[in-house]
């Protein structure tokens, strides 16, 4: 998951969608307050990865840049630097107090997306271990997007595997239908929340027998049941 921390409005919803196109989760935030309060919520798990624009209206970035850094209950994520100040000094003060990279405003989408992976890969650091969450004998491969169910791979279209990955990540926690589209879909997805439902009746059937652990909670949502069914 990248947040965005940028106030202008245009620019935050051109780099979700940029996001959400070339593969990642996205989530943004118009003001300092609102992104502390959800990095502060239990609810909430923490970035992968912070665009931080400098020039905020209620905190200035490199304050918010301080903060994260000097607190170590924030946790550890890479933070990239988004501004229209350019000048040497600007870069040399927000690399020195933490800071992973530093783009010029304007910059290209897929320049952003490029160093976006590249500081990932370098906090990831080489590995051959695949990331996997199992349930019984269903198993998601997170490292090559892969679900096999009992020696059968299974074709999931990317909104149903996020749908599952969640589902297995947090069993018998309960997932309303507005939790799921900001979480999946972004939360400028203007779709009606019956959208969910149809993704939830193709990855029930896809699952087959499995497809019964995804419990309907009536007028709220959905909850994968971890017990035996």
């Not at 988004?82 to 010029?104: F, H, N, P, Q, R």
């Not at 271990?129 to 791979?153: A, P, W």
């Not at 400028?188 to 019964?212: C, F, M, N, P």
Request: hydrophobic letters at 35%; proline letters at 3%; a negative charge.
């Amino acid at each position: 998951m990248i947040w965005c921390l940028e106030d202008d409005d245009s620019i935050r919803e051109i780099v979700l969608y940029t996001l959400k196109s070339t593969g990642f989760e996205g989530r943004g935030f118009p003001d300092a307050r609102s992104f502390f309060e959800a990095l502060s919520s239990k609810e909430v798990d923490p970035p992968d990865l912070l665009l931080l624009d400098i020039m905020l209206p209620d905190q200035d970035g490199v304050a918010v840049l301080k903060e994260l850094r000097s607190q170590s209950d924030f946790g550890d994520f890479p933070i990239i630097m988004t501004t229209a100040k350019g000048s040497e000094y600007d870069k040399i003060k927000c690399l020195d107090l933490g800071a992973d990279d530093y783009m010029v405003k304007p910059f290209g989408m897929m320049e952003m997306i490029s160093r976006i992976k590249a500081v990932l890969r370098r906090y990831q650091g080489p590995t051959n271990q695949v990331e996997r969450l199992t349930f019984q004998e269903l198993s998601l491969n997170l490292t090559e997007h892969k679900v096999k169910l009992i020696d059968e791979t299974i074709s999931l279209t990317f909104k149903e595997f996020e749908l599952l990955k969640r589902f297995l990540k947090h069993p018998n926690r309960v997932f309303t239908r507005e939790e799921l589209l900001q979480k999946i879909w972004g939360m400028d997805y203007l779709g009606e929340t019956r959208t969910v439902d149809a993704h939830i009746k193709t990855l029930r059937q896809k699952l087959g027998e499995y497809g019964s652990h995804i419990r309907t909670i009536r007028h709220v949502g959905y909850s994968w049941e971890a017990g035996d069914r």
